[in-house]
């Protein structure tokens, strides 16, 4: 089974930085999709990073793009979000979630939550302007 955890959540500046980490298990890197979302209260889960098997890449949306690096270390099993330029529109709870590789096709622009059965339970991220 397929189990993850986040940490390294927190509060910062505006134009700050922070480093999110996803220990995983249950995972193969070179099957699954691993990703990152976030979600603001009232609003709709967002895709913020994904991970492609194989080191194929990785894809990130405008809003994020130039801030947001993902990365993982295999020897660790863990998935990492490097969060740069905060903004406080970047305050949410974020998920890290792991799938099989159609989880990680982007429709229109768009990464679908849906497409992705297992999901941490989240680490607040709350920034100041």
């Known amino acids: 089974q397929v189990q993850l955890e986040e940490s390294g959540g927190g509060s910062a500046q505006a134009g700050g930085s922070l480093r999110l980490s996803c220990a995983y298990s249950?995972?193969?890197?070179?099957?699954?999709?691993m990703a990152w979302f976030r979600q603001a209260p009232g609003k709709e889960r967002e895709g913020v990073a994904a991970?492609?098997?194989?080191?194929?890449?990785?894809w990130y949306p405008d809003s994020v793009k130039g801030r947001f690096v993902v990365s993982q270390d295999s020897d660790k099993n863990t998935l990492y979000l490097q969060m740069n330029s905060l903004k406080p529109e970047d305050t949410a709870i974020y998920y890290c979630?792991?799938?099989?590789?159609?989880?990680?096709?982007?429709?229109?622009?768009?990464?679908?939550?849906?497409?992705?059965?297992?999901w941490g339970q989240g680490t607040q991220v709350t920034v100041s302007s």
């Open positions: 979630a792991a799938d099989l590789s159609l989880a990680c096709a982007v429709v229109r622009g768009v990464l679908h939550a849906d497409l992705f059965a297992n």
């Open positions: 249950g995972v193969s890197d070179d099957k699954y999709c």
């Open positions: 991970q492609y098997p194989r080191n194929v890449g990785a």
